[in-house]
């Protein structure tokens, strides 16, 4: 079966940085992607990682260690409009597909 | 604004009503899911339609019946639900069903809030 873990919730504040972890068990391992859900809205696409290595979009970054079965979101210059909770999902060939497997979700609180 | 709409946005229904969730994608997808959301729980994957055609039911209940007339339109039918059921029932649409590529990320709707009294 495939597991996801990654902490049910974090704070932190306006302007600085955090970062949310992820680690997953799998087999047939493809991506990890994240996505954010503000409260009463659609989860949106953030970013995908296949290959190891840091990936930057602005003020948000995706790590993953492939090794390590381990990645995470890194949020800079935080912002009030950030707080929301952000999931992690692995992409992997388990079950003959490849559509992602989701974490339980991390509520990001940001403190002005 | 995502390119995939859902209505209603919130239902209360009782236990022996039968209703319906609609969801349209306007991107030209040709896959499109339903999930459902409890809170502290994972997404769930309910339903996968690629080209009007089901591809994935993981376990689901009879009392949830999907419909997919179209590849820019998907229904789920309730029937005699349980208050479990309560929950955010989300839908998501990508450009193809299972492929490895960040062009197969899902777009989310906006959900229905579904109560069951």
């Known amino acids: 079966g495939q597991s996801l873990e990654q902490p049910s919730e974090v704070t932190a504040v306006e302007g600085a940085i955090v970062q949310i972890n992820c680690t997953y068990q799998?087999?047939?391992?493809?991506?990890l992607s994240w996505y954010q859900q503000h409260d009463g809205g659609a989860p949106t696409f953030l970013s995908y990682?296949?290959?190891?290595g840091l990936e930057e979009t602005g003020r948000f970054s995706s790590f993953l260690s492939r090794s390590d079965s381990y990645g995470y979101l890194l949020l800079q210059e935080l912002q009030m409009k950030d707080s929301a909770s952000y999931f992690c999902?692995?992409?992997?060939?388990?079950?003959?597909?490849?559509?992602?497997?989701f974490g339980r979700g991390t509520s990001l609180i940001v403190h002005p | 604004e995502t390119g995939v709409t859902q209505t209603p946005r919130h239902l209360v229904m009782g236990m022996t009503n039968k209703k319906s969730l609609k969801c349209e994608q306007h991107?030209?997808?040709?896959?499109m899911y339903w999930y459902k959301q409890s809170a502290k729980k994972p997404l769930e994957l309910m339903f996968v339609?690629?080209?009007?055609?089901?591809?994935e039911n993981n376990s689901v209940p009879s009392r949830f019946s999907p419909e997919c007339p179209n590849s820019s339109h998907l229904f789920l039918h309730l029937h005699t639900l349980q208050p479990e059921d309560s929950a955010l029932y989300l839908c998501?649409?990508?450009?193809?069903?299972?492929?490895?590529?960040?062009?197969?990320?899902?777009?989310f709707g906006p959900g229905t809030r579904l109560t069951v009294l």
């Open positions: 998501a649409s990508s450009q193809d069903w299972g492929g490895r590529g960040q062009e197969n990320e899902q777009f």
């Open positions: 799998t087999s047939g391992f493809y991506g």
């Open positions: 990682n296949a290959l190891d």
């Open positions: 999902a692995v992409r992997s060939a388990s079950g003959g597909s490849y559509i992602p497997t």
């Open positions: 991107l030209g997808h040709n896959a």
């Open positions: 339609y690629s080209l009007e055609e089901r591809v």
